[in-house]
């Protein structure tokens, strides 16, 4: 048992990966590891927030509604903790000098504090997908200039980081996914899904946006260009397997025919404590492997007549990374409509091939060029939501 030392922050604190962080921080802590916390962060759950600071006793606390700030002061009256509010207070809490910072906001919002952590140099565990997804090479770029070491925090990516040790030789990466809620529902039966079908995820704990991703496979589309970018391999070298157990995360496939994969019961705390302890380990409480009590492991190939969102991200990998950014923006607009009753399951993702169509034609100069400034990637995002918007105002009022 080996006990670590770390300053951590943690952006996104009150999310499902962010309440994971905490329980193996304080895990972590009883084993005699000396864990300060330098800050932390929520969207507009302030109880929450208050909660989390009474358990780990950060030095900063921010929440990114900058009107809820007297709300804060309140509720963390007593608590010997500065506080913060507003998307600013988001970005200082990534800049705040801690050597480890957990990256879980939700959404493009996570962009700039995660970037002010990177570009100090910390260790960066990645758990928000927009960070790579709507800026990967630049992020990756302010990495490697920094010296900061991004550190996977996606079960899928996490457990190819755990078994790569021999990248140049390497053939071809296959990432897992459970097929989510509806994996064998049928067209039909999916075009009448509600909201809290969607986000009733067979085996895994998370919060409702992504697990209407997995709903779709966008998840998986979008892990699938975040392993492009993190491990530098080209889209057709990548796989998708469906594998409804949710036991092996990923694997690797070597050039002497070696197929590494790293198992475990589907639980967040696992890779969450291997990016936190790294590059040591630390025992974490979690349920432990029995593959006698399981039985069987099952694959499959996805179906994309069924589930698009999957071919859409492979179609935009390939165009490059403005219309990568584009994809995850309109997906963000179109998933909260479909969670808001607006528009219907299917409309998911037609929403965003839509609104990729209707950028080629309106602002095909914007998504053709390759981002060389976050503002360029702000700027795509920006017109992919307005396009997205439209497209589901006018499929609402249908």
Not at 154 to 178: C, G, K, M, W, Y
Request: hydrophobic share 50%.
């Amino acid at each position: 048992m080996s006990a670590i030392t770390r300053t951590v922050s943690i952006l996104g604190v009150t999310g499902s990966i962010g309440r994971s962080t905490v329980d193996v921080i304080e895990q972590a802590r009883a084993q005699g590891g000396a864990i300060s916390v330098e800050a932390i962060t929520a969207g507009q759950n302030i109880a929450a927030l208050a909660e989390a600071c009474r358990r780990l006793r950060p030095r900063f606390a921010a929440v990114a509604d900058a009107a809820q700030i007297n709300e804060v002061r309140a509720a963390l009256s007593g608590l010997d903790v500065e506080v913060g509010a507003g998307a600013s207070a988001l970005e200082e809490a990534g800049a705040r000098p801690a050597d480890w910072v957990m990256s879980a906001i939700v959404g493009a919002a996570g962009l700039a504090p995660t970037l002010a952590a990177v570009r100090r140099g910390a260790a960066v565990a990645i758990a928000n997908k927009e960070c790579l997804i709507c800026a990967g090479p630049l992020m990756l770029r302010a990495a490697a200039e920094s010296g900061a070491k991004l550190l996977p925090v996606d079960s899928e990516h996490n457990a190819i980081f755990q078994v790569l040790t021999h990248p140049a030789h390497v053939e071809r990466l296959t990432l897992t996914a459970s097929g989510g809620p509806f994996r064998t529902w049928t067209l039909e039966a999916m075009a009448a899904a509600r909201p809290d079908q969607a986000v009733a995820h067979p085996n895994w704990s998370m919060g409702a946006k992504i697990s209407v991703d997995s709903a779709t496979l966008m998840n998986k589309g979008l892990e699938l260009i975040e392993a492009s970018y993190l491990f530098e391999m080209p889209e057709e070298r990548i796989g998708v397997l469906i594998h409804p157990q949710s036991i092996v995360h990923s694997l690797v496939h070597y050039e002497d025919g070696s197929v590494l994969g790293q198992l475990s019961s589907p639980d967040m705390r696992t890779p969450i404590a291997h990016a936190l302890a790294w590059p040591e380990r630390i025992a974490v409480s979690t349920n432990r492997l029995d593959l006698a009590e399981i039985g069987g492991l099952t694959f499959a190939q996805p179906d994309l007549r069924r589930f698009p969102a999957l071919g859409l991200a492979r179609e935009a990998l390939r165009a490059g990374p403005a219309r990568v950014a584009a994809l995850s923006a309109a997906n963000e607009i179109a998933v909260e409509a479909f969670l808001g009753g607006r528009i219907r399951f299917l409309d998911i993702s037609r929403i965003v091939e839509e609104a990729m169509a209707a950028l080629e034609g309106t602002e095909a100069g914007l998504i053709a060029k390759t981002p060389s400034s976050f503002g360029e990637v702000a700027a795509v995002d920006q017109a992919a939501r307005e396009a997205a918007r439209r497209i589901a105002g006018s499929l609402a009022a249908a």
